[in-house]
Structures are given as structure tokens and as C-alpha cells.
């Protein structure tokens, strides 16, 4: 596994030319706005404010970029790659243009970003599947995108019903390799699991 030394923002970006170098390997943060994502960036790499966290749901709409220092718990060496934190999608108040424009980005990431390795997709672990986090799924596909699904909020349902809940989200999002991990950013549950998977990516 990973341990995380330090981590620090970059820079946004809307196009690809305004991307920063590709000089590290990339992983990618995704899921519908209010899923809890940017306290669980902060949570795994124990900063209480690296992503800021808005009160208001769909305000991001950037790609915010972040390079990452990390250390092989085993080998002791330490490396880098970039974390991009994509905007909350889903959000009902936002104009259909802007969700047009948001979807454009996101393509336009895909097409254009070779050093991307994985993405971690959050969803809510007291909700059913959601369409947009499926076609999520269908776009990850199509770009043969290796993925995680971590199922946030963990800690508001009871923990005798966590396993039969991930059960059920696994077979509505017909996910037939890919494990749902619970995570909690309250409980500080689900931490090592993400982190062993980001591991195993880069």
C-alpha cells in the first residue's frame, strides 16, 4: 500500500490545452455533486481543506488538477502522480446548457489525457443506481478506463445492512469484477482500501 507525504494544487482547466504537463501518471475523482467527493480526496490524503468543500452543490465546474507525493510502504521509495478532481454532475438546478458544457469537458478530458490510469466513481451508498452515475460507467467503458466504485456515506445506514446494500448496488450496475468499497469520511472507514487500489494503479 500507499502512503500519501504531501499533496498540492496545480492548477484548473476547462480545455485541453490549458491542461497541465502530463509528467506524472493521472487519476481521476468523479461522481454526482453533493456524493461527499471532495471529503473523501481530503480524507485520503489527511488534509482537512486541500479541495474545498461547497455548501452549494454543482458550483464546481472545473477540472481542478493536484500532484501528489507518495511513499511504497514496502520499497520506502517515493513517487508522484496527479489527482484530477471532476465536477459534481447530476445537480437538477443547473441549466441544461451547462450540463452540455460539463459533459463536453469531460469528453474532451478522455479524449486527450494519455496518462490517465484509473478513476474512482463515488456513489451514495443509501441510494439506488442513478442513470448518470451508469452512463458514467458506460463512458469509462468505452474508453476501456480502468475504474473503483466506492460507495460514500457508509456511516448513515446501519452496519448490519452494508453488505446486503453493496450487493444490491453491485448487481443494479451489473458490476461483475469491479468490488463497491463503503466509505466514510466521518467514521475514517474505507481509507486503506482506496488507497491500496490507487496503489495498484500506479
Given at each position: 500500500m500507499i502512503r500519501i507525504i504531501n499533496s498540492s494544487f496545480i492548477k484548473s482547466a476547462v480545455l485541453p490545452r490549458d491542461y497541465p504537463e502530463p509528467d506524472n501518471v493521472e487519476l481521476a475523482f468523479a461522481g454526482k455533486s453533493n456524493v461527499g467527493k471532495s471529503s473523501l480526496i481530503n480524507t485520503i490524503l489527511n488534509r482537512k481543506a486541500l479541495v474545498k468543500i461547497s455548501s452549494t452543490p454543482g458550483k464546481t465546474r472545473l477540472?481542478?488538477?493536484?500532484?501528489?507525493?507518495?511513499?511504497?510502504?514496502?520499497?520506502?521509495?517515493?513517487?508522484?502522480?496527479?489527482?484530477?478532481?471532476?465536477?459534481?454532475?447530476?445537480?437538477?438546478?443547473?441549466?441544461?446548457?451547462?450540463?452540455?458544457?460539463?459533459?463536453?469537458?469531460?469528453?474532451?478530458?478522455?479524449?486527450?489525457?494519455?496518462?490517465?490510469?484509473?478513476?474512482?466513481?463515488?456513489?451514495?451508498?443509501?441510494?439506488?443506481?442513478?442513470?448518470?452515475?451508469l452512463k458514467m460507467i458506460e463512458m469509462l467503458t468505452l474508453y476501456n478506463t480502468k475504474f473503483l466504485v466506492v460507495a460514500t456515506k457508509a456511516d448513515k445506514i446501519p452496519r448490519n445492512k452494508i453488505k446486503s446494500t453493496l450487493n444490491s448496488l453491485q448487481s443494479q450496475f451489473s458490476l461483475l469484477e469491479n468490488k463497491i468499497i463503503p466509505f466514510s469520511s466521518l467514521k475514517k472507514t474505507g481509507i486503506d482500501n482506496v488507497l491500496a487500489w490507487i496503489g495498484s494503479r500506479i
Open positions: 477540472l481542478n488538477f493536484f500532484r501528489i507525493k507518495f511513499r511504497e510502504t514496502i520499497s520506502q521509495e517515493d513517487g508522484y502522480f496527479n489527482l484530477v478532481d471532476f465536477p459534481g454532475y447530476g445537480y437538477a438546478k443547473v441549466s441544461k446548457t451547462e450540463r452540455d458544457r460539463w459533459q463536453k469537458m469531460l469528453w474532451d478530458y478522455f479524449d486527450h489525457r494519455q496518462n490517465l490510469i484509473g478513476v474512482v466513481l463515488l456513489i451514495d451508498i443509501r441510494h439506488k443506481a442513478d442513470p448518470k452515475d
